[in-house]
Nanobody
Framework: QVQLVESGGGSVQAGGSLRLSCAASEYAYKMGWFRQAPGKEREGVASIISDAFATRYADTVKGRFTISRGGDKNTLYLQMNSLKPEDTAMYYC????????????????????WGQGTQVTVSS
């Protein structure tokens, strides 16, 4: 069982920055960030494969968000710059452990562990 705890959410004005963190209780080779706005489905934001250092981003955040892992590989980060009101959502950390290896993915079904989420609110 991988336990995930997110932090770093908050309120910021458009154009500002936030860095989200996710502390994992143990190593998972694939980790990602997802978000869900009120009345909308959860969507993938960014994903990272540890050993290959491969990443994948949603088109809506490319060039503005950066996903990375800490040196211990058990901490996941999401640096969010040039934030927009449409980035407002609950952000969730996800991890994939075990099973057949698969590449970085924004598909929710590729992850088997989830955090409780951290709220990000961007005002115009």
């Amino acid at each position: 069982q991988v336990q995930l705890v997110e932090s770093g959410g908050g309120s910021v004005q458009a154009g500002g920055s936030l860095r989200l963190s996710c502390a994992a209780s143990e190593y998972a080779y694939k980790m990602g960030w997802f978000r869900q706005a009120p009345g909308k489905e959860r969507e993938g934001v960014a994903s990272i494969i540890s050993d290959a250092f491969a990443t994948r981003y949603a088109d809506t955040v490319k060039g503005r968000f950066t996903i990375s892992r800490g040196g211990d590989k058990n901490t996941l980060y999401l640096q969010m710059n040039s934030l927009k009101p449409e980035d407002t959502a609950m952000y969730y950390c996800a991890a994939r452990q075990g099973g057949v290896w698969s590449p970085a993915s924004l598909d929710m079904t590729d992850y088997n562990y989830w955090g409780q989420g951290t709220q990000v609110t961007v005002s115009s």
